[in-house]
């Protein structure tokens, strides 16, 4: 297909749902708002609760693992922690994968696949919560399929960035990982409600007991809720939504970000703000229960808020960013991410003093805050290192050559932001897995270590005059 002249209109139906599209210029203001904004749009908007799902099935466990005792399980504090922490190592692990593998078949049809897919976890733990004699290695591996969930973000926030021009890449990678962060929230909402009542009717299985409120649940609604969801929005992306020639790269061109320093420094500082965020939202509902339940406060009452506030920052990161620079706001992330856990230490109980809820539950809300604020500002930063950095080498050399520079950029950009949010998922298990086997006072003093690694290599690299990547 010949590429049309800037501001040339094409033809609507060459755009339409389902369609594979072989020329994009989001960059072209002509063409994007004649037809690309529209495009663009239609495929973030079917893209946020698909990966929205995503994230309900990597989170589960999360909320899961409060009444699993309560109905008669039986497991210890450690064994609980683990069961949270188990869909990290699938989750980060699958993100390598979903990274380079979604612009080998396309993104249109990779959505829906890794959607309808995660219909078989939900059923199999359903079926599982049932019966209080299913083995703990059972539920250690479906947390670990459950964690596939997880390894959707890298797909989707890959595909996201290509629709868009590089003065709203920002905005948009904001509200769809935002948005699709919230997952988290929601799960942590709705299954501690739907648990409570048989409102799934007979199909769904009877209830087990709750013996901490001598009342009957139906554990297994929390997962059976969202399979019907997963297979509307696998239809929705497979219809709707579009492939992008532009986005396609085998393996053989994507591997290149692994000899790119700037690759290796932007998944650090990703790390440390996504990392934080999914971890603290995977290990804070036991945090709760284990240091303030007996004064009265239930972490399904208030688990879910922080995850929630983490991810509706999220877009107000990559909006600020692309006002003011990534690297400034991402700075300002981790010194307040350090700063609030300060906070979250002092409150806790220590010794015969019984903490401060209110101290402690403040501080992690501020936690997340600044935690998506972060992750909205890396996610920024990273497309305007790799396409200021090639541009810059192309300068002098024409226009095919600046094209193709542009066209590289995308593609790397894409690759490693993937590949970060797959070594940042990470800290979803190594979070509750230090809550699990260290002091948390110790943990907490860990992370607001690396926080301070994460500002020096933010600062040097990115933030201050004369830095070798502005952005």
Request: aromatic share 16%; with cysteine; charged share 10%.
């Amino acid at each position: 297909m010949s590429t049309p002249s800037p501001g040339q209109v094409i033809e609507a139906d060459t755009y339409k749902p389902g369609s594979t599209i072989s020329d994009w210029r989001p960059e072209d203001t002509g063409f994007w708002a004649s037809t690309g904004r529209k495009v663009a749009n239609r495929n973030l908007w079917i893209s946020i609760p698909a990966l929205m799902l995503g994230f309900v099935v990597w989170q589960v466990w999360s909320v899961t693992v409060v009444k699993l005792n309560d109905v008669g399980f039986g497991f210890s504090k450690s064994q609980l922690f683990w069961l949270t922490a188990i869909p990290g190592i699938t989750g980060g692990t699958f993100r390598i994968l979903y990274t380079f593998i979604g612009p080998i078949f396309g993104e249109r049809k990779f959505t829906a696949f890794s959607t309808i897919i995660l219909v078989a976890p939900m059923l199999w733990l359903g079926f599982a919560l049932q019966d209080t004699g299913t083995p703990y290695w059972e539920l250690a591996l479906i947390a670990a399929v459950c964690g596939i969930g997880g390894a959707n973000f890298a797909s989707s926030m890959a595909n996201i960035g290509f629709f868009f021009p590089k003065k709203e890449k920002g905005s948009a990678n904001g509200l769809n990982g935002g948005l699709g962060n919230l997952g988290v929230s929601i799960v942590q909402l709705v299954a501690p409600l739907v648990i409570t009542a048989a409102v799934l009717g007979a199909p769904a299985g009877g209830p087990q007991h709750d013996s901490a409120k001598n009342t009957d649940v139906w554990l297994q609604n929390g997962a059976f809720l969202w399979v019907p969801l997963l297979v509307i929005m696998a239809l929705l992306a497979w219809f709707f939504m579009n492939d992008l020639k532009v986005a396609a790269a085998p393996f053989s061109q994507q591997k290149i970000i692994f000899k790119r320093k700037h690759n290796w420094l932007m998944t650090w500082l990703y790390v440390g703000t996504f990392g934080s965020f999914i971890g603290f939202a995977a290990g804070l509902p036991l945090l709760i229960k284990d240091n303030f339940q007996a004064q009265g406060y239930q972490a399904t009452t208030y688990a879910w808020i922080g995850p929630a506030i983490g991810a509706l920052t999220r877009w107000l990161g990559g909006s600020l960013s692309d006002k003011v620079g990534g690297a400034r706001v991402t700075l300002l992330s981790f010194v307040g991410m350090a700063a609030s856990l300060v906070v979250v230490i002092f409150a806790l109980p220590h010794g015969g003093d019984q903490g401060n809820f209110w101290t402690f539950y403040i501080g992690f809300l501020c936690a997340f805050f600044f935690s998506g604020i972060g992750n909205g500002s890396t996610f920024r930063q990273i497309p305007v290192i790799f396409r200021d950095w090639h541009t810059k080498g192309a300068e002098g050399k024409g226009p095919d050559a600046q094209a193709a520079a542009l066209k590289q950029s995308e593609m790397e950009a894409g690759a490693v932001t993937g590949f970060s949010s797959a070594i940042a998922a990470y800290g979803f298990f190594f979070i509750p897995a230090m809550f699990a086997n260290f002091p948390v006072t110790s943990a907490l003093w860990c992370f607001i270590g690396f926080y301070a690694t994460c500002l020096v290599v933010c600062w040097w690299f990115y933030a201050r005059k004369g830095a070798e990547a502005p952005s």
